[in-house]
């Protein structure tokens, strides 16, 4: 562990930064004898080599500070500043959503880049991490202002060949949307990109009329829902955090009922699961007998982002004191660093799935381990969002929805089998069965489509990497500590992925 790094898990507010890495060398130090034991015998100075490797994956490979004037409705020009972060380009291309934010920095983009890596290496996904974002507030600015940004954002970006179907792939972040990734994808299109076949591959979370794929808006709060139901029908885990395995009588709290926030609200009440509180930034809500958390929405949205003076709940100001109500599950879905070692001590829910980016500091995590608070990573239980990204760029470069070329096929396929059992019945046992196709598959053939094929790939990728948490931290006895057994799968696979190409150091 580097020395800058030895203490942070006793910090009240270290740099985001730093974090992320504090968590890839909490896995290296797990796994570095195993890396240099598996290349004894290859080289001279195993050790050296592992280090190298280690070193180009703890840092980022490079990041770009951009400013650029636009032109305001009024007739002014405003100076704005961009940035772009490129961690590891052990797989291409890189991936990376692009944020709006007044708090957008260097050192953020570059956090969120090195996350980014390992984000997708947790959950199999062959991209590199990245980052951008400018520093802004949308809200103060006119739809023709913000296309304005946008475009010449991505022209700049474009002019340094920073980003590009095969190089790095943007996506929607905090305060973006598909409206801005179709801004961005069409001004490749008619620039740089206007002969690149795969042009539309330039960015996902697009329209779907612009090359989007259907069930990018919701995956990654249905991410969060496919992570925690793992978890939850966990026997043995529920059993030491104190939970009855499954959905049935669970509550829960969301702070945060912004895209990720809603969409898990959403994926939670069809199991059953009472939302009984609602935290916002500027006030919460709490209701033991439940939420109404799509009027709730509406209401936020016709007061243009705020839920103050919402009706038939109690108000919570701070809204941060309702993290400390009583509940099954807490889903921290607006920032990060909101649970640190000053209040980690005061949250009762036995489980939290992290639906934001980094949410709880080093020292607020150690001490929900010891509460025996089963946390479920960021990099592991958001990564929904990245994962139906990944299927939207296939989407792209392959040039055909998902089951377009088969849905016809698997249909007239299930025909002739239940028609060839039939047959094999009535010739075996000399009576004339008719062998039917029961009313929930015919109705699944009826409705196939592809948002069917799109929610039941990543419902498989979440659980199936969620089977690789809980192997590796049986492997390693990590107990309850699948941070760190998502940050050991996810550094293996890129220190693998360095040592097969044949780096050459």
């Not at 179709?182 to 960015?203: E, H, P, S, V």
């Not at 607020?364 to 969002?385: E, H, M, R």
């Not at 046992?429 to 053939?445: A, F, P, W, Y």
Request: glycine share 8%; with cysteine.
């Amino acid at each position: 562990m580097p020395s800058e790094l030895a203490d942070l898990d006793t910090q009240q507010n270290p740099k985001f930064s730093e974090m992320v890495q504090y968590y890839v060398h909490r896995a290296i130090q797990v796994l570095e004898p195993t890396f240099i034991s598996s290349l004894k015998g290859k080289y001279a100075q195993p050790e050296a080599r592992v280090k190298a490797i280690i070193d180009i994956m703890a840092h980022c490979q490079g990041v770009i500070s951009l400013t650029f004037p636009i032109r305001r409705d009024n007739g002014t020009y405003e100076l704005f500043r961009g940035y772009r972060a490129h961690h590891c380009s052990h797989r291409m291309p890189m991936k990376g959503g692009i944020r709006y934010a007044k708090d957008v920095d260097c050192d953020e983009v570059q956090a969120l880049a090195i996350l980014m890596t390992f984000k997708c290496a947790c959950v199999n996904v062959p991209f590199g991490g990245a980052k951008g974002g400018i520093r802004i507030d949308p809200t103060k600015y006119s739809e023709s202002e913000l296309q304005r940004i946008t475009r010449r954002y991505t022209l700049e970006l474009l002019k340094k060949h920073i980003i590009g179907p095969g190089v790095d792939v943007p996506a929607p972040d905090i305060n973006t949307s598909a409206r801005e990734m179709g801004w961005l994808m069409d001004t490749y299109t008619k620039t740089l990109g206007c002969g690149d076949i795969n042009a539309l591959a330039i960015a996902t979370g697009k329209p779907i009329n612009l090359g989007g794929i259907r069930g990018r808006n919701s995956a990654t709060g249905r991410g969060v829902y496919n992570a925690t139901d793992y978890f939850l029908k966990q026997e043995s885990l529920m059993e030491v955090i104190g939970l009855k395995p499954g959905w049935k009588d669970k509550t829960y709290i969301v702070q945060g009922l912004g895209n990720v926030g809603y969409h898990t609200t959403r994926y939670f009440a069809k199991e059953g699961a009472k939302c009984i509180g609602i935290a916002e930034h500027d006030v919460g809500f709490y209701n033991e007998e439940g939420i109404d958390y799509k009027a709730l929405y509406e209401y936020k949205i016709q007061h243009k982002g705020s839920i103050k003076g919402f009706p038939g709940c109690k108000e919570v100001i701070p809204s941060s004191d309702l993290l400390y109500e009583k509940c099954d599950i807490l889903v921290p879905a607006a920032r990060e660093k909101v649970i640190t070692a000053d209040n980690a001590s005061k949250i009762q829910a036995k489980i939290i799935a992290e639906g934001a980016n980094a949410p709880i500091t080093p020292a607020g995590d150690k001490i929900l381990q010891s509460k025996t608070c089963l946390v479920i990573p960021d990099i592991y239980c958001n990564a929904g969002g990245v994962t139906v990204s990944y299927f939207e760029w296939l989407k792209n470069i392959n040039h055909v929805s998902f089951g377009k070329l088969s849905f016809g096929h698997e249909k007239e396929m299930t025909d002739l089998l239940l028609d060839s059992v039939s047959s094999s019945l009535k010739s075996g046992l000399g009576q004339d069965i008719k062998v039917t196709i029961s009313k929930e598959m015919e109705n699944r053939m009826k409705a196939a489509s592809e948002k069917t094929i799109v929610q039941s790939s990543l419902a498989y990728t979440m659980h199936k990497c969620a089977r690789e948490l809980h192997d590796t931290s049986q492997k390693y006895n990590l107990g309850l500590d699948f941070r760190l057994s998502a940050y050991v799968n996810s550094v293996t696979k890129v220190f693998e992925t360095y040592e097969e190409a044949g780096l050459a150091l």
